[in-house]
Every structure is written in C-alpha cells, then in structure tokens.
DNA sequence: GATGAATGAGCCTTCATTCAT
DNA sequence: GATGAATGAAGGCTCATTCAT
C-alpha cells in the first residue's frame, strides 16, 4: 500500500460514508493486486483497510457490490485520467492521439495497484458478464475518442484504411502493452512501448507520424 | 462441453491413467473457460468429467498440481500448433512469420476453451509465480522464433529498427487480439484482425509486407 | 453428558466469549471420554456442544489449538483440587502426603471424563511431543510436592531410601491405580486402592505410616 | 525399524500367508510405535511393510481385523518372553515373583516398539470395548501368576494382607513403571526401577524381601 | 494370490453473510 | 452507525474399502 494518508475520520454521516466506502474500494484494489480477484475475502478487506468485517455488508450490502463499485471506480478514474491528458494536448487530432498513447505508455511506470486489479476485472469479465459492460474495450468512451480521432486522421491524410481497423490496431497494441507490463512491472521500460507504438502509428498514418514527426520525439 | 466422445474407457491399466488424466485435464479446461480458474473446485472437476471426487488426488495429488499440468498441457499444444503451421509455410522469413500470424488469428474462430484457459493462467501468473515460466510471453519459444524471423527480415531489408522492437510489436497485437476476442468470440471476425496485423507488418517490413503483398492478401 | 445445566447464553460479548470456549472444552473433554482423542472430530464438537461446527475455529482458530487448551484445562483443574486438598490437610509431611494420595484414591469415584481424557493425552503424548510438557508426570508440580513431602518424612525419620525413588513409587503406583480404574470404573472400589497405597507407604516410611498409623486410618 | 532381516518371501502359498501377515503385523507394530494407534493408516503399512495396499484387505479383511491381530500377537510375546524367564527362575515363589517383575523392569532397556504399542492398546481399549479382554490386567494370565505367588508367600510367611492387594500394588507399580518410561525412554533408568520395585516388595513380604534379600541385589 | 486404481464418506478449514450488541 | 460473534455451506484432502486386472 502507498503511504497511509492520516485522514481522519470524518464526524459528519454523509461524509463518514463516503470516507469509508473509499477505504474498502482501496483496501479491495490493493488486494485483487496482491492476492487477485478471488484472493479477496472480507477478512481481508477487513485487514487491509483497517475496518470491521461487518462494514462491506454495511455499506455495500454484498461482497459482490463491492467489487462492481471498485469497477466503476477503476474505470472513472482511467477515463478521468486519459480525458485530462487529452485536455493538456494541442488541439490538434494527432497530437491529440499521441497524448492518449502516451498517457498510456508512461502510466504503466506508478499506478500499479490499480492497473493489475482492472486487468482482474477484465480477464473475470470473460467469465461473469456482469463486469463486461464496464471492461469491454469496444464500447468505451476511450475506444470512442481513438475512434473519432483515427476518422479525422483518416479524412485528413487520405488515408486508405478503415477507422474500426485503425483503431483496433492502437487500442490491440496497448492492451498487449499492459500485459506484458503487468506480468513483470520491473521489466517495463517506457521508452521501448511507446517506441512500438510510435513505428505503428507512422505505419498507418505516415504523414502524421512519419518521419520527421518520429524525429522530434527522439 | 464439446460432444462428449463415446470412448470407451481402456481396459489396460497404463492406458486407463492416461485416459482418465486427460479427462481430468480437458474437464479443468472447460471448467475454467466456463467460471474461470477460481470457479475449478473438485467436485466441479468431478461433476464436468464424470468421475468420482478422489480422482483429481488419486492422479494429480493436488489441485494445485492437476492446475500446472492443465497449464503445461496447453503451452504444449499451442507451441505443438504454431509449430506445425510454420512447418508448412514456406522457406523465407516473410512467409514464416506471416503464418505465425495467421496461425493466430484463425484459430480464435474455433478453440475456444483451450484459449480462455491460457487467458486465464495468463492472469493469475500475476498474482500467482508458480506460473509465471510457462506464462510469460517474452519467454516462449514462440516469442524466440518471432525474434529470429525479424532478425531475418531486418537484416534482409535494411530495416532501422530494434529486434526485440519489431518482436514486442507483433506479439502486442497478437495479444491484444486475444483479449478482444475472448470478452466476445461471436462478435470476432478473423478478417478484421488479419487486416489489423497486415498493416501493422507492413509498416515495419515495408519490403516484405508493403503494398504488393498488401494487394495479394485482399 | 452429565445433566445439561440450563445455563443461559450470556448477552454480554466478554462473558459469551469465556461461556461458549468453556462450552466447547467441556464437550471436548467428554468426546475425548468417550470416543478417545482421534474420535474428536469438529462435528463431533459441534454436536455434543450444541454449537455451529464454526465455533470450533472461531474461538481456538484450529482444532489442534482447542486441544491443547482442553490439556491445559485438565492440568489446571487437576492442581487446583489437589492443592485444594492439600490446603485442608494437617500441617506434618505425613498427613499432607497421605492427603494427597487420598485425593487421588478417592476423586476416582467421580469426575470419569476428566480423568479418561486426562490419560489420552498422556498417551498421546507419547508419539505427539507437543503434549508432553503439559503431561509429564515428573516435571509436574504434583510431583514436584511429593518429593519435597517425602524428603522431609526421610529427614524426619532417618530412612535409607532417595527422595527420587520414594516419590517414583508413590506416583507409579498412582498412575497403575489410575489405569486400572480407567478400564473398568464400575469395578474399582476407592477401599482396596486406599489400602494398596497405605501399605506401600507403611513400607518405605514405617515409622509415619506403619502399624499405629494404620490401625487408626480404618 | 530394527534391522530388516532379508528373508526371502516364501514359495509354498501357506508359508507364505503367514509370511506376509508377520509382516503386516511388524509394520503395524511399527507405525503405532512411531504415529500412535490412530496414526496407522493402510497407505502407510503399505509403506512400512513394503507391501501393497491391498494385503491388509486381503489378509485381514478389515484394518480393524489387522489391529486386533497386533494385539493378540503382542499379548502372545509378552507371555511368551515372562513365562520364559519364569522357568529360568529357582522353584521358590520368591525367586518366580522377581524374576516377573525383573523381567518387566529389564525389558524396557529394549523391545521400545513393542511396548509403545501395547499401551496405545491399552489406552484405545478404555473407550474401544473390543481390546478390553486382551488388555485387562486383571484378567491375565500375568495377573494370575502374580497372584498365585503372593498366595504361596502369604501362607508361607503368614502375611496379613489380602491376596488381591498384594499383586495389585505389584501390578499397579508396573504399570507405572511402563507409562513413566514409555513418555522418555532415554531417561528411563532400570536401576532405579528395580529399587523401587524391590523396595515395595520388602514391606508386603519383608521375610522374604527383607533386608537380607535387598543387601544381595545392591 | 497379489496389485493398485477407483470410489465416496469424512476430515479440518475458510468463507460470506446475518444480526445481537 | 459500527462492530465482530455466530452460522453453516463449500472448499481441498485423506482415508478404508472394493474390485478389475
């Protein structure tokens, strides 16, 4: 676990809730990362937040629940994350891909806790279709800004090319990307991943990424 | 569970060990497809291949064990796959790498247990050591012969790229393939992955896979 | 059982706590009397406590545990009541001593579970080294006062016999009494062991146990 | 284990039955002697017999069966062996009680399996009825001895003691002797054992007993 | 006769949930 | 609201026994 922030527990009740809640949605974060999905037990919610046992049925009624929110919260703060990447950028459609790459690329360098547990989420989304609204790549509003951004690629450059492939290929390789780097974090180097997407975007979309643009990021 | 073969049950008793591990094995396979690694429990063993609870012991001593056998069982096959493929292909690195890819991207349409099996080791190896060796992509023998095919081709046409690069690359789509396909086999289509791929080679090995061999493909 | 005191789950946590791990000692005990110490098995427990078979764990975490706090029990009750003897008896090595061996000779009579139970552990203690240091019969404070009662009879009567050997007698002769009754309780009768015991003590101390003293014991 | 002695497995089917009993019944001697009566399982007499799992079945029905076989055979050999030291005594009811109890004083130098074993029968017969007939001292044929002897001291040197408290106080000091051994063997002293023993016998029967007999034995 | 593969009952333990405190 | 004691279902494993080989 990061540093424990001494927080105090908040007096009023809607704050005390919501602070709580937190605790368990970080306590379950930091165990599906150590112990995966199945490795967590209220015992150990218990444990690794410092709480009662009792408190997930209090507040989430169900272990089940519990996990679904963790979910949510995964993806809210992803999509947060890449949106306020995005915000940062030129306004510019490759520039703008290329923050969403690189937001990728470099967060796989802190963020470990979280990153491993959405990959739990994802790979028991394949088993228990509750979780695949929430995980399915296809559908979420990431796949839809690449998608959207590939279209103004596309139409800009001519390109000869679909936006569904081009697209696939980006978020494909990214998701490659995350697996290696979750089954070695110490391995990982940043610059090698975004070298591997930089060659595939200059592919497809050359006179966006071609040459003199792989030039400029060294 | 595919259409359970009526084979009878061998008589000889070095035959029968063989036969009843494998129905061991293949009904962990399902087992997992279905509710994923923590959903395998004895009595589902039993229950999905027809036999008394002791046997999972009585052959694997462990769960654990029968897990890692089930987990060797399919990096076998896979490799034995790939391998057959490539024996076909013909003898230049172009070729040879191209029916790695294709060797891939076509049997996801079929297989589908054995796959999300894979995913599913895959997954808990990051959690679980004990299956990180036969897990680990940048390990496999298959990832070996990607390296060495690139090594052929960027010797071949001059390429200004890094080995392993070219190799992480294409192992990156292929992965990310894998996990698009697995949220939802019904909806993947190998003519989209195939096209995914194509592009992406020939970005990198424009030579080999550019234009000319893009126009053959369809 | 004995007669099942109706004895009211205490509401307060604490007093439940101490109310429900003696509970499950007691019925722990007259499995142990009943069935031996490998016939206790948790539902065994759970049946003869009335309790949830969970119990077992949730107050001594393993079966093993509850086990040996049963041992620490009966070593614990077994000094308790003869030190309790001890306390009403006359203030001369003699009478302490005879009050000792009396305890033993009569407490026979009833408290049957305790006892039986008492020699399961001391049997398993054999194979099972965990147990021993609670069971040794010469490491014990019980013997520990026998030897001191009979270092003073030997100083106070100038006999030519060792301490040690004296209060080995006196203990083995306990320990063949305590077998003997433990076979047959019906058959034993407090009289004829009260006499086995004097006339040993007659011999090795006569001038504290002989004629005089005998004729006046009955 | 005592040194394996290499003796062929018998031809003649006969022979060879009594052969590989012999050796369930060792083994079993053996398994008790180390894991206790409950810790004697099928799997390992197979282990300690070299034998295979089947045999117990085959030869003995049930393990049940086996165990009271170890029994009788252990009852048999411990008669066997005082009985003959017995006929090595002088014809003289002095001389044939300590030779008795000698020999039981003795015999805990050695014969450590044997032993342990017996007393988990012992100990198994207080709540298994089954074992009680070969277990009751009382109904031995030991106990009988013992007290024959005693009658023939009594009414040679006109005792005032009843015939059942003498050899009771000579049996219940075995037994002592046995279990205080059996918990240490390597402390286990037959010196002292022996002036304990004598030390009792010289104060029931001290014409025969008395001093002039104990300054001979040292 | 001898073997060990196959069975299913029973073992201890962990677990999510309920609910009195 | 917050706690953790209590429950009983389900987990993996060991076992004695049966019986085909």
Known sequence: MPAQEPVA????????????????IDA???????HGLSGVSVSRLAEYSGLARGMVNLHFDRKDRLLHE???????????SWQEALSRAADEPAARLWALVEHDVARKAHDDSALIAWLAFRQEAITNPAYRPLCDTRESAFFGTVKSLCAALIKDGGYDIKVETAA??????LEGLWL????DP???????????????LAAI??????????????
Request: hydrophobic share 40%; glycine share 6%; charged share 35%.
């Open 9 to 24: 527990r908040p007096r009023r009740r809607d704050e005390a809730k919501i602070y709580f809640r937190r605790k368990l």
């Open 28 to 34: 379950a974060i930091e165990a599906i990362a150590r």
């Open 70 to 80: 963790v979910l949510k919260h995964l993806a809210d703060a992803y999509r947060a």
């Open 168 to 173: 696939l290929g980006i978020t494909f390789l």
């Open 180 to 183: 290696d780097w979750s089954l």
């Open 186 to 200: 110490q391995r990982y180097r940043p610059a090698s991943g975004r070298v591997v997407c930089r060659t595939h």
């Open 205 to 218: 979309f050359p006179r966006h990424f071609g040459k003199a643009a792989r030039a400029a990021d060294g």
